[in-house]
């Protein structure tokens, strides 16, 4: 009996590693949206805008590199389809269809999708990637979310840009940052015990 670890194939994601199943695919997934709606708690208000900073738009890319493409999409459907039934999870305890913030939630499911897709083709794997791949996730959230706000509170763009972009340009380098270092180390700590 043989206690080497099978190779790491490319096209991998972490989730991956884990024995296959459909029982493992349902966690991930209910996973993926409690740890995107715990991460939502960790919220605090920004002077003059709608939309608090969070670790949930750090949790929606996590997810979605982890999980890969189908599982992200998945966990931050189910995120989002449970927010807006009531389940109180979106940042600061929000809920519902209305709120002025749900354009961003929107750009999570489509950000987690395109970077679990990415962390695929290896974007997980180095940090220069990394960065890349959060710097492009990143720009799809507020590529939704900042237009749903202007709509959402009839601000100019320039002024949804100011209040819903601008304030957490630099909180997402310090998430951005984060990852940069986990993923990578994650992939090489699990290629030194393979």
Not at 51 to 69: E, K, N
Not at 165 to 173: K, S, T
């Amino acid at each position: 009996m043989s206690t080497a670890a099978a190779p790491i194939r490319t096209g991998a994601v972490l989730a991956d590693l884990l024995p296959a199943s459909r029982a493992r695919d349902i966690a991930l997934v209910v996973g993926g949206a409690a740890l995107t709606g715990i991460s939502a708690q960790l919220a605090v208000d920004v002077p003059g805008s709608t939309v608090p900073v969070s670790g949930q738009t750090f949790a929606a890319l996590l997810v979605g590199t982890s999980l890969g493409a189908r599982r992200g999409f998945l966990s931050l459907g189910l995120y989002l389809v449970a927010g807006m039934a009531g389940v109180p999870w979106f940042a600061q305890s929000a809920s519902g269809y209305a709120i002025p913030s749900l354009g961003y939630v929107l750009g999570m499911l489509l950000a987690s999708t395109v970077v679990g897709a990415l962390a695929r083709r290896g974007a997980d794997r180095s940090v220069l990637r990394m960065a890349g791949t959060m710097a492009l996730g990143s720009l799809i959230i507020y590529a939704v979310g900042v237009p749903y706000l202007a709509l959402a509170t009839g601000m100019t763009l320039g002024q949804a840009v100011a209040a819903g972009l601008v304030p957490f340009l630099i909180g997402d380098a310090l998430k951005a940052a984060l990852a940069m270092g986990a993923l990578p180390t994650a992939w090489k700590l699990i290629g030194r015990k393979g």
